[in-house]
């Protein structure tokens, strides 16, 4: 009997393994073999690497792996931590932080032009949800992080306070619970309280009309904890009640230019990410967007991801709008002065998350 | 050795190629085997493997054929000194990066942090060379025999180390069977589980802990780090030894245990004995014996345990830390011996609860590389920061209750007492367990595998 229980056991098991094997070397297809010899790393570190990329069923596996921590008590999923029903992206810890390097790039920026400039910092999920995570994973409070880095900041520049905005509209759907952004509504709050310094008068929320773009997505924080609990996520559009002022949308890479009507790119709904709704997200170099509006009021944008939300909102007041994005200008080794005139604008905004802004080594392009 | 290719591709690869070997070539292809993994992780590591081997092998020789010499005890002094700096120079870890040139302020000889078998294979050629030279037994003049014995793969990751006397009549006989095959792939489940499951979630408990400043650091905080630290060094090395033993079982080798529940320890001598047994009596054999004269003691008996506890602590890592650990392990062994007498007079409880807490004690000497910060460490482990427990502690105790819980009862015997009692001695409920705890086990490694946060994945090896 007991021979035959070892029969089972290993016959099941070599065959579990053959399967599997099989499976990963012939059956998945989106990964190509040349990887494991176009990567810059040791073979080992290659082989490792592409059998758990493409092993078969990572969803699953990744389900059951989540499921069994949260059952045992587990919440945090290296830098995703479950705060109740939702995901947030820790802070980074004891890391090298640019901070001081950074606001002192927009302090050159502010002193190489006459047009008004404004920073705003946003805090992220983790910064707004900070009681629902244990202080020892952050050194220090977003609040705090975000006061430090105002408080460097030339007089010239005027600091937006987005955190008490969010912070108050915690029990909305300010937050995505699967990806590290903002919704429409979180952008909405930051962008009224932006009207404000920036001498707007804000449009209130009953002139749009709200559209629910996408009901059911899982952001990229879920691709780290399949946790079954977190309901998904949703994201809202808000359309102009009255017709959209956009009348042309301009977006460079590094290699050419494209030409679209709308902030809004429906064809993102299709892709893995999609937030990309918002202007493309991330794609781009830069941005220009014109409006049917002639007051001949126009703005220079230096984002970060979280900018991608908010300038919807602001379309109703520029005439233009243009979005440079310094990390694409670091990587096509151009600076802010190749792909625009600074002095051209009549205000200039720097929009961050304090996270992407503490960390961001691209901000030396802003010459 | 861990990872879904390692599970998934190498296993079966290997065992159907060793399984259909003929008797000659299955020597062979464990050492291709055993150089080819070298040489996967970096191929720095093969001159080790090279001057293990060959120094074992001709100086076994040389000290046979000059055993009443004079000559054989320098051969054999070359030997240890040649042995010694590949240990030293290619054996590093993880847990914090060093090995002997960093120490010293060089570029580390090894690129990464990969297991290349340094940690074995000069233990195995010094004591395969003193025991020739202590004529326990004859050299063996077949080179692919010693080769095999000093480069045996599967015990690479963390041992257990192997004694040629004992190893030598599996390696002429190798008996594969279906029992022995079944038991290797439990025990290699069982590591794999120990590792994913357990000392990987010790190690993220343990960094959570050191996330928080140590002047700030309440006392429940510190005691439950502390302790997350000694089940991760427990279940660390005692994964990789299982798994190691697994192969070797599927291979036909029956290895010994090296680990006999060391946390029920009485005592540190004790401690000792049961932690790494088989390292224990490598250092006893190798060191302490060499060391100590017999009937001696006093001063030679003191640095022949001193530096006995040295090298052994080393063995996990050469770095300051374990210098430091090991004058603290020395001091307690020393106490220990002063007292004795009285101690034997206290219930086993008792001096295994005083064991538990002053080895608790001195294990930030471990885990700290900064003296200063370890003993702030232990400072506010006994409430010198003025602080019993805070919502760190609290979010400490929830989210790592179930495992603490489970390392207590794995250390503390219970499962152990279960089999022993042989409480499924049902054979028909045996017949249908084994296979189901197998597989769970196996999804249950798959899905930590392919799922895992694998920046956690920080060898000690």
Known sequence: MKKFSDAITVAAFFAILIMFAVSTVFFQDDLPFERLFSKDVNVGQAVSEYVSDSFPMRKNWRSIYTNIMVFSGRRRFGDSFLAGDRLVKLDKKNGNSKVIENVAHINELAANTESPIYMMLAPTAAGVYSADVPEFFADKTQRERINDAYLQLDRRIASIDAFYPLYSARDEYVYYRTENLWTSFGAYYAYSESTKKLGLQAVTLDNYDQEFAEAGFYGSMYDSAMVSRIVPDRINIFRSKYQSPVTEVDMFDGSGAKQAESVYFRSALKSSKKTDIFLQGDKYLKTDIYTDLDNDSELLLIKGSFANTIVPFYTAHYSRITMVDPKKLKEADLTLSDVADINEYDQILVMYDIESFSYADCLDTLK | ????????????????????????????????????????????????????????????????????????????????????????????????????????????????????????????????????????????????????????????????????????????????????????????????????????????????????????????????????????????????????????????????????????????????????????????????????????????????????????????????????????????????????????????????????????????????????????????????????????????????????????????????????????????????IQPVWVIALLIFCTAFLVSGNESLYRYMF
């Not at chain 2, 090995?99 to 690129?111: C, F, Y």
């Not at chain 2, 000694?230 to 030894?241: I, N, T």
């Not at chain 2, 007079?345 to 008792?350: A, G, T």
């Open chain 2, 1 to 432: 050795m861990i990872g879904a290719s390692f599970l998934y591709f190498f296993l079966p690869i290997f065992s159907a190629l060793y399984l259909i070997s003929p008797k000659p070539v299955k020597s062979r292809l464990v050492l291709v085997t055993g150089a080819g993994l070298i040489c996967f992780a970096d191929p720095m590591g093969l001159i080790a493997m090279a001057v293990c081997i060959l120094s074992g092998y001709l100086f076994g020789v040389f000290i046979y054929n000059f055993r009443d010499k004079s000559v054989s005890k320098l051969l054999l002094v070359l030997e240890v000194m040649i042995n010694s700096a590949v240990l030293l120079l290619f054996h590093r870890t993880a847990y914090d990066g060093s090995d002997l040139l960093a120490v010293l302020g060089h570029r580390l000889l090894l690129k990464s942090a990969v297991n290349v078998g340094a940690a074995v294979m000069p233990l195995h050629s010094i004591g395969y060379c003193v025991d020739v030279y202590r004529k326990r037994y004859r050299c063996e003049h077949r080179f692919i025999k010693v080769a095999e014995y000093i480069s045996f793969f599967p015990v690479f990751a963390a041992g257990p180390i192997l004694r040629y006397d004992k190893i030598s009549p599996q390696l002429e006989e190798r008996k594969t069977d279906i029992s022995g095959i079944a038991s290797g792939i439990r025990l290699i489940m069982l590591g794999m589980f120990k590792k994913l499951f357990i000392s990987d979630t010790m190690l993220e408990l343990w960094d959570d802990v050191g996330g928080v400043q140590i002047s700030s650091l309440p006392a429940l905080s510190a005691w439950i780090g502390i302790l997350a630290f000694a089940f991760f060094v427990y279940f660390e090395v005692s994964a990789f030894s299982n798994i190691g033993c697994g192969i070797a079982a599927i291979m036909g080798f029956k290895l010994p245990r090296s680990f006999r529940e060391p946390y029920r320890s009485h005592s540190f001598s004790d401690f000792c004995r049961k932690f790494n047994s088989t390292l224990y009596r490598w250092c006893k054999d190798y060191i302490y014996r060499s060391i100590k004269h017999r009937g001696s003691h006093g001063i030679s008996e003191f640095f022949a345990i001193l530096l006995t506890v040295l090298a052994a602590c080393m063995w996990y890592g050469t770095s300051l830390r374990s210098v430091v650990f090991a004058a603290a392990m020395v001091f307690m062994l020393s106490i220990e011996k002063l007292l004795e007498k009285p101690l034997k007079k206290l219930p086993k409880i008792v001096r295994t609860l005083l064991f538990v807490v002053l080895l608790l004690t001195i294990l930030p000497f471990m885990a700290f590389s900064d003296i200063l910060d370890a003993l702030g460490y232990i400072r506010a482990m006994y409430g010198g920061n003025q602080i019993a427990a805070d919502v760190t502690s609290e979010y400490l105790i929830s989210a790592y209750f179930l495992f603490v819980a489970l390392c207590m009862l794995i250390s503390g015997g219970v499962f152990g007492y279960v089999f022993k009692k042989k409480m499924f001695n049902n054979e028909y409920l045996q017949t249908i």
